[in-house]
């Protein structure tokens, strides 16, 4: 148990004898007597007696090894089957640069082979589905996958209701007080506790090569910290070199993923170059993958930079295919000027990044991935918003009726950029990632509160780790500083912390930002981000009261440095339950590599497009019918000029209205025509303007023109 845990363990300790205080300060009923009915749990015998059963996630951590060096063999065979996986020898994936998951898992899988899928199977299923489930152990239902939470405060986006949730082979079964419970299910007391969807971190580059080298916190290391932090799902990105197969990246991505998730994950597909096969690529990834969101590059020139046109082709095809464009959204070209002159002016540290990248180069892109967007009538996702300008820039075309959703990250709620002028340039680096936090102490609170009025929906982490040596890869340069900062284990307590705690939000919201808006627009809701019958058993059972201390020394991923370290923050992930199984037991993470899923994405969301059809039916543009033009027609030669001499104009007049009854202009006729001729072409022009000095100025240059 981290340091920080076992304080808050102590600090939960001193509560246990008090009255559960709810935020925001309402109070807990007793809980009621139960009664037999007469529902299909009345007839189970034993219905009411509260056991705790025998989990895996009870296991000591010698049991846990040894159940675990058998397990994945019997997963291997699984997956092998049922997805067409072929298992090869792990020194063939140290070959390919791969980092063993067993060297950075101290939960102890040991496995001796690894799955890599060669074709992941059909996955254009509907949001319920889950694709190919690769069960760890038997879901037919037995005692070990019952679960009750008991006692809590459900918190969902629209409501919180002290409720009972019972779980049953991942799936939530009932919600309500006085649940008919079959024997032998095991119970979390949840007392004082909020009972949440577990987070969905919509923005992770877990192992990601990048920069000349790889993301630290791989699927492994990644996934569990994900879940210490109380979030179930995440969201990655597969992203092709340029010139590379979208589908090859993504089958990459995938065998990468599978064996080593620990929670679930989707995947987003980067399009980072154009052309009629990436086109294609885009459609069998929609149908036959379960992808439905495409991300474009407007920053990083000469890699996965697209120019505008790209940009307004790749926009075209996700509409085609009813998928939702994202954009990262910074003006490459001007990065690229202004790092080269403070280069050229000696400044190689870290603080030239944020130098080389101000708000308004965030602001113009947004902007203009909102008109491209809008222009082709493309749903539009701008990830990761740091600053100030470019989140009043989505918030001006939202209010123009742009379809267009924004998501912003932990680090740009917990921190700043003021780490970029620390003299510690470890320190500097550390924080370096693309947008670049803002050196403004209110930006933070500015983007929290946008989350709150809901013109910002959703959270991500941009979770891409390089450690202190790899990031020394640009000590000379901060061009070549590897972008990326942590935060998917601490996304859920720094929103909480930075939102509920200082009252800007309320539960509600903060279960909004932190999984359900995600789930809606990635439209996998209400499997996921919701606590409702039906729904995916993915909870987080949140204690309000404890609080600990963020710090690299005793967080759970790979990466020796945190952006957040040392800042207390109430609200700990007490329990964490991923598909009805307890993978955070009182702070403690048991989670198994291999036992998150892979949730397709389907396209065509209601959320997203659902207003698309109507809204291009009502503003289709309509022809003017007006009567041919029969004048005459200047010729154009084979150079593209025009050919036999000036025509002369004919004498039109513009006048629809006859002189007044005293013989003078009309004064409704306007002095103004869209040809370019005025009325008064004919009069000498005037040699001099007559100004006009302010009464109470003598300065001229407040005078106005006449
Ligand atoms: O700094 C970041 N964000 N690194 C990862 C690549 C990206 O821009 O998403
Ligand atoms: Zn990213």
Same mark, same amino acid.
Request: aromatic content about 6%; proline content about 6%; some cysteine.
């Given at each position: ?13 001193? +509560?246990?004898?008090?009255?559960? =205080? ?18 299909? @749990? ?5 219905? @009411? ?24 063999? +019997? ?15 792990? #020194? ?7 980092? #063993? ?60 209701? #002290? ?73 990655? /990105? ?23 998730? $620990? ?14 096969? *990436? ?7 929609? &149908? ?13 020139? #000469?890699?996965?930079?697209? &120019? ?6 790749? /926009?075209?095809? $996700? ?33 030239? !990044? ?15 991935? $909102? ?24 918030? =001006? ?21 003021? %780490? ?6 470890? !320190?500097?680096?550390? !924080? ?33 780790? @390089? ?26 307590? *720094?929103?909480?912390?930075?939102? *509920? ?20 627009? @990635? ?37 020796? /440095? ?7 923050? !109430? ?6 339950? $991923? ?27 209601? %959320? ?30 084979? =150079?593209?000029? =025009? ?64």
């Amino acid at each position: 148990m981290s340091a920080g845990l076992r304080r808050a363990s102590r600090h939960q300790e001193e +509560k246990d004898d008090e009255v559960p =205080q709810w935020i925001p300060g309402l109070g807990q009923d007793k809980p009621k007597p139960r009664t037999l009915g007469t529902s299909f @749990f009345g007839y189970v015998p034993d219905a @009411f007696v509260e056991k705790t059963p025998y989990l895996p996630s009870e296991q000591s951590a010698d049991a846990l090894k040894k159940e675990a060096a058998v397990e994945p063999v +019997k997963a291997a065979e699984q997956v092998a089957d049922s997805l067409e996986q072929e298992i090869v020898p792990r #020194d063939s994936i140290e070959r390919n640069g791969q980092r #063993d998951m067993d060297a950075s898992s101290d939960e102890g899988v040991v496995t001796e082979e690894v799955i890599v899928p060669r074709r992941v199977g059909q996955a254009s299923a509907e949001p319920w589905d889950v694709l190919s489930p690769v069960d760890i152990e038997d879901g037919s239902g037995s005692a070990q996958n019952r679960l009750l939470i008991k006692g809590g405060r459900v918190v969902n986006d629209d409501m919180m209701q #002290d409720a009972d949730v019972y779980i049953e082979d991942g799936i939530i079964k009932q919600v309500g007080t006085n649940l008919h419970t079959p024997g032998g299910t095991r119970v979390i007391e949840a007392k004082g506790h909020l009972v949440m969807p577990g987070g969905i971190d919509t923005h992770t580059h877990m192992q990601m090569p990048f920069m000349g080298t790889q993301a630290i916190d791989d699927f492994y290391t990644g996934t569990r910290a994900a879940l210490a932090g109380g979030t179930t799902m995440i969201m990655d /990105f597969a992203l092709p070199q340029r010139g590379e197969s979208l589908i090859e990246a993504f089958h990459r991505w995938r065998t990468w993923a599978d064996p080593k998730v $620990c929670c679930d994950y989707a995947i987003h597909v980067g399009v980072t170059w154009w052309s009629d096969k *990436v086109a294609q690529e885009m459609e069998e990834l929609t &149908n036959e993958q379960g992808v439905n969101s495409f991300k474009m590059f407007m920053a990083y020139k #000469d890699t996965w930079q697209l &120019n505008d046109e790209e940009l307004l082709e790749s /926009f075209k095809r $996700c509409k085609e295919l009813g998928a939702l464009a994202q954009v990262h959204a910074e003006n490459g070209d001007v990065i690229k000027e202004n790092s080269k002159k403070l280069l050229e002016l000696g400044i190689t540290g870290p603080e030239g !990044h944020e130098m080389s990248r101000p708000e308004e180069v965030e602001a113009e892109a947004t902007n203009r991935a $909102c008109v491209l967007a809008n222009q082709v009538g493309c749903p539009l996702y701008i990830c990761k918003i740091t600053s100030k300008l470019a989140a009043s820039a989505l918030g =001006q075309n939202l209010r123009r009726g742009t379809l267009v959703w924004g998501e912003t990250i932990a680090a740009a709620l917990g921190t700043d950029g003021s %780490h970029y002028y620390n003299p510690c340039w470890q !320190h500097a680096a550390g !924080h370096i990632m693309s947008p670049p936090l803002r050196n403004d102490p209110q930006t933070p609170g500015f983007l929290m509160e946008l989350l709150d009025v809901g013109d910002l929906q959703t959270t991500g982490t941009d979770n891409c780790t @390089f450690s202190a040596a790899q990031k020394a890869l640009g000590k000379d340069d901060f061009t070549k500083i590897p972008n990326g900062v942590n935060g998917v284990e601490d996304r859920m307590s *720094v929103i909480w912390e930075k939102g *509920v705690v200082s009252g800007k939000m309320d539960p509600c919201r903060f279960v909004a930002v932190t999984s359900t808006n995600a789930a809606k627009i @990635f439209n996998i809701y209400p499997k996921k981000g919701r606590i409702a019958v039906g729904s995916d058993a993915d909870i987080v059972v949140w204690n309000p009261h404890a609080t600990r201390v963020i710090s690299a020394k005793t967080h759970h991923q790979a990466v020796d /440095f945190n952006i957040f370290e040392g800042m207390e923050v !109430h609200g700990i992930a007490e329990f964490v339950v $991923c598909h009805g199984r307890v993978v955070v037991e009182e702070g403690e993470v048991r989670a198994i590599s291999g036992m998150g899923k892979y949730v397709p994405t389907p396209v065509f969301n209601p %959320h997203v497009y659902g207003r698309l059809e109507e809204r291009e039916r009502a503003n289709a543009p309509c022809k003017v019918e007006r009567a041919p033009y029969e004048g005459p027609v200047a010729q154009l030669n084979g =150079q593209g000029m =025009q050919e036999g001499g000036i025509i002369p104009v004919q004498q039109e007049t513009f006048y629809t209205r006859g002189p007044t009854r005293s013989g003078g202009v009309n004064l409704h006729d306007s002095s103004f025509h869209v040809s370019g001729r005025q009325r008064d072409d004919d009069l000498l022009p005037r040699t001099s303007i007559k100004l006009v000095t302010s009464p109470n100025s003598s300065s001229s240059l407040l005078g106005t023109f006449w």
